[in-house]
């Protein structure tokens, strides 16, 4: 069984930065990828970041040059530090997870960014 527990997000002021955290636990041998993903009210859940296990990130354009994603292998934590949040960034964010050909996610963690 395999865990993901999301912290870090909150209300925030456009301009402002959040930082969020995704710790795995669990039954985990090695995780090929690491992302996060968002969904807003009446809109489809998408991709904001991901990271391999080698360490290659690709953004959604709407993010880029604004949120970075890192992971500690160590700890099988996965991190999103955004910075000049937009209150088009209001939504809830979710930790995916790929590990032995499974996905796993998050409950997730909301995010309001406020004009």
């Known amino acids: 069984q395999v865990r993901l527990v999301e912290s870090g997000g909150g209300l925030v002021q456009a301009g402002g930065s959040l930082r969020l955290s995704c710790a795995a636990s669990?039954?985990?041998?090695?995780?090929?990828?690491m992302a996060w993903y968002r969904q807003a009210p009446g809109k489809q859940r998408e991709l904001v970041a991901g990271?391999?296990?080698?360490?290659?990130?690709n953004y959604a354009d709407s993010v880029k040059g604004r949120f970075t994603i890192s992971r500690d292998n160590g700890r099988n934590t996965a991190y999103l530090q955004m910075n000049n949040l937009k209150p088009e960034d209001t939504a809830a964010y979710y930790c995916?997870?790929?590990?032995?050909?499974?996905?796993?996610w998050g409950q997730g963690t909301q995010v309001t960014v406020s004009s």
């Open positions: 990271l391999t296990s080698g360490g290659y990130p």
């Open positions: 669990g039954s985990i041998f090695r995780i090929n990828w």
């Open positions: 995916k997870i790929i590990t032995a050909n499974v996905d796993y």
